[in-house]
């Protein structure tokens, strides 16, 4: 269980790609050394085995050309320069018999070695072993000769300076090896984050996107022809999107454009009917058929004006607005309304605030988020409205205690005929926040919700004000 948990921990591609390198390069670092070490520990004991064989051979002719005395007096020679405790020789017999030695008090458990010598007795120039003795630190490697007729030269040497010379390496990559890994780490994780940089880019050029920064693009840059490749096709997939949006949108824009003439026609042969008609049947369908034309025609034109809205911002007329004025107006409007249902509006107002904009779209904004505070509030309950200017930022902001809007719905609100169920009891076409949102961004600000469902929610649309204020008292 926690062993899953350790390791499912790196889960970016940055950190899985270093964890790559850095273990691949630990890997091979290993599998290097290993293959070093084997080399080295192979010469060295080839080396010595070398050493030994040239020994035996010159002992053989040296007893050929100068006799058993020489031999004697050399061995006895070796033995005091080396040192009793590092080599040893001895003179045998085929039979193992012990015909010379050197003091042996340092190599006890070296044997007969009748087993060499039996391999001796089959043919074998010579015998190597490697000894473990209970006396000796390290392993003893030993040669078996024959250097005459029935004479068999044995030497024996500790390895202790071979595996002192192996130890040290053994020691030195230990350390070296954990530099190195965390060198290697470091390195593949600059390596990760600088090929992932692009990526990086994209996914921040993504999340603008998907907040509604809908004209933004992965900015050009060489990164690698992949990166660019994913930058490229990315922004041109986005331009793909925008086109097909707007066709839509103007598609839907013209459809609604070409049904208001006929709505208004039928709307006009409805009211002549209602006039005219003897008949109270047919003048309360007449009626009706003229109550549906006007909701019709209102979307219709609703749609209209989101389109041309949302068409940008070098289509509206910038005039100095007072938005205090115009929210304090749209608050006297709607109090006929909010002392029908018995709902107190408040309001929190500067006695002038400057922005610039188009005044009957900023007018229109203010009365839709009015007219759904009050719409989702329930009798007894408080609209409070305020307008506060700060660091060169307007913000209007709407509170109510209504409905409130659940977690699922909130992010769906500003789309265009989107209605909460909650909501649907009350008339509407859920299309107003649409048009809050489309105006408000038309005039290059933004617009937030924040809601508790059963508590009430808050609008707050944030504009610019000019970079001088132009009003007294500010
Ligand atoms: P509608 O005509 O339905 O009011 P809007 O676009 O104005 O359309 O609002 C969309 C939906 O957002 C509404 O149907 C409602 O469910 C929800 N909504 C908007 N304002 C409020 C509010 N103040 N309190 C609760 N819900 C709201």
Redesign the pocket.
């Known amino acids: 269980m926690y062993l899953n948990k350790f390791f499912r921990l790196p889960t970016t591609l940055a950190a899985r790609l270093t964890l790559w390198y850095a273990g691949i390069f630990t890997l091979s670092t290993l599998v290097a050394f290993l293959a070093f070490y084997f080399v080295i520990s192979t010469v060295l004991k080839e080396r010595r085995d070398q050493d030994f064989l040239g020994d035996v051979q010159e002992y053989s002719s040296m007893l050929a050309t100068e006799g058993m005395e020489r031999v004697k007096s050399e061995i006895a020679w070796e033995v005091s320069s080396d040192g009793a405790e590092h080599i040893f020789l001895r003179l045998l017999s085929m039979d193992g018999e012990e015909l010379l030695t050197t003091d042996m008090s340092a190599w006890e458990g070296v044997g007969s070695g009748s087993h060499a010598l039996e391999k001796l007795k089959k043919g074998a120039t010579h015998v190597l072993e490697t000894l473990d003795l209970p006396e000796q630190e390290f392993q003893v490697r030993t040669v078996y000769g024959i250097i005459g007729p029935d004479l068999v030269l044995q030497i024996g040497e500790s390895l202790e300076e071979d595996t002192e010379f192996l130890e040290i390496h053994r020691k030195i990559f230990v350390p070296l090896m954990a530099v190195m890994v965390i060198i290697a780490a470091f390195v593949g994780w600059l390596l990760a984050k600088r090929a992932l940089r692009g990526v990086e880019e994209v996914t921040e050029t993504a999340i603008e996107i998907s907040e509604g920064a809908l004209d933004k693009r992965v900015p050009y840059k060489v990164r690698g022809e992949e990166i660019e490749r994913l930058a490229n096709t990315f922004n041109h997939m986005l331009d793909r999107i925008n086109v097909l949006i707007k066709e839509m949108r103007e598609m839907t824009d013209n459809i609604a454009h070409d049904l208001r003439s006929p709505l208004a026609r039928i709307r006009g042969a409805a009211e002549m009917a209602l006039v005219n008609s003897a008949s109270d049947q047919h003048r309360a369908f007449a009626a009706n058929v003229i109550e549906d034309c006007d909701r019709l025609i209102g979307i219709i034109n609703t749609m209209l004006d989101i389109a041309e809205a949302e068409s940008g911002a070098a289509e509206i007329t910038l005039e100095e607005v007072d938005i205090a004025r115009v929210t304090r107006r749209a608050c006297e409007l709607f109090q006929a309304i909010a002392e029908e249902n018995s709902i107190k509006i408040t309001t929190q107002l500067p006695d002038s605030c400057v922005i610039y904009g188009e005044t009957r779209k900023l007018q229109r904004m203010v009365a839709?988020?009015l007219?759904?505070?009050l719409?989702?509030?329930q009798p007894e309950g408080t609209v409070t409205v305020s307008v506060n200017a700060d660091n060169g930022q307007v913000a209007i902001s709407?509170s109510?205690t209504?409905?409130?809007?659940s977690e699922d719905?909130l992010p769906h609100?500003?789309k265009r005929f989107?209605?909460?169920d909650?909501?649907?009891a009350?008339?509407?076409?859920?299309?107003?926040?649409?048009?809050?949102q489309a105006i408000v961004r038309s005039h290059g600000g933004r617009v937030n919700?924040s809601?508790h469902l059963g508590k009430?929610?808050t609008?707050t649309v944030t504009l610019s004000q000019p970079a001088l204020p132009t009003q007294p008292g500010h």
Do not use: W
């Open positions: 839709n988020l007219d759904n505070a719409k989702y509030t709407i109510d209504g409905i409130g809007i719905d609100i500003f989107y209605r909460c909650i909501s649907r009350q008339g509407g076409t859920g299309l107003g926040l649409s048009l809050v919700a809601s009430g929610s609008f």
